[in-house]
């Protein structure tokens, strides 16, 4: 058989990103800050970062023998991770509900957008802010609106005693805040 009409390796498409996964029926809410930063990235990538990848593998590709060359094989790696980001944000991006939390500034129910801080029973005080999928970082205090600690804490009030599903199970704890941005001037 001809090498022409051999399939090609699925290897490069295995780590496909995945988009994760919303609940039936739910939306893909993102604060209007998470949805510039995605836009600013995609944008990032189509306009900068691939044009000059193409650049390299161009010049590598006038070069010769591309089996052994390094800027021709390392470039067209980065040109499919590239492509797979950009995929996967344009994907995200046309789901996106954008939702303005500040529309809530100064109410003490916790909805999309919240910062809410809240004590466990040895007294431990957190503060987590509710955001959507595609812009929850732990590190700086997010979480992702379908988390579990989200999922509890979305609808209550600031005073409630709420029980919180862990692995080492039922935990209560008491929302003592709850704070939205400012509303912007204008």
Known sequence: M???????????????????????????????????TMRAELLDLIDTERPKIVEVVHWAASNGDRSENGDYLYGKKRLREIDRRI??????????????????????????????TYVDPSGLERSVRIVGIDEAESARGEVSWVSPIARTLLKARVG?????????GPVEIEVLAVDYPAPAAG
């Open 2 to 36: 001809s090498k022409a009409f051999t399939k090609e390796s699925d290897a490069d498409d295995e780590d496909e990103l995945q988009l994760p996964a919303l609940p039936a029926g739910g939306k893909n809410y993102i604060t209007p800050t998470g949805y510039a």
């Open 87 to 116: 995929r996967f944000l344009t994907k995200r991006l046309e789901i996106a509900e954008i939702t303005e939390p500040s529309l809530h500034f100064g109410g003490e129910q916790v909805f999309f957008g919240a910062t809410v």
């Open 160 to 168: 409630d005693t709420l029980t919180l599903l862990t692995p080492q």
